[in-house]
């Protein structure tokens, strides 16, 4: 779905720039012009950059012998 408007980011958009290594809001925003012009759409996709990144951390840890 479309998150950015203004832009015309999805979440999808926002989860494969997670995957490609972004790491913060700060990222996802240089890497997908995200939230860089009204930013009426910044607290969505906040939230969506939070969940991927936490799924990618929880992904990269599966490894571990101890939980993350
Ligand atoms: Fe994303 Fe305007 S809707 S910057």
């Given at each position: 779905?479309?998150?950015?408007?203004?832009?015309?980011?999805?979440?999808?958009?926002?989860?494969?720039s997670?995957?490609?290594?972004?790491?913060?809001?700060?990222?996802?925003?240089?890497a997908?012009?995200?939230?860089?012009?009204?930013?009426?759409?910044?607290?969505?996709?906040?939230?969506?950059?939070?969940?991927?990144?936490?799924?990618?951390?929880?992904?990269?840890?599966?490894?571990?012998?101890?939980?993350?």
């Amino acid at each position: 779905m479309y998150v950015c408007l203004c832009k015309g980011v999805t979440d999808h958009q926002i989860r494969d720039s997670v995957k490609a290594g972004a790491r913060s809001w700060r990222e996802v925003q240089s890497a997908t012009g995200c939230g860089t012009q009204c930013g009426k759409c910044a607290c969505a996709a906040k939230t969506i950059t939070c969940d991927a990144v936490m799924t990618e951390l929880k992904a990269s840890a599966k490894g571990l012998a101890y939980a993350v």
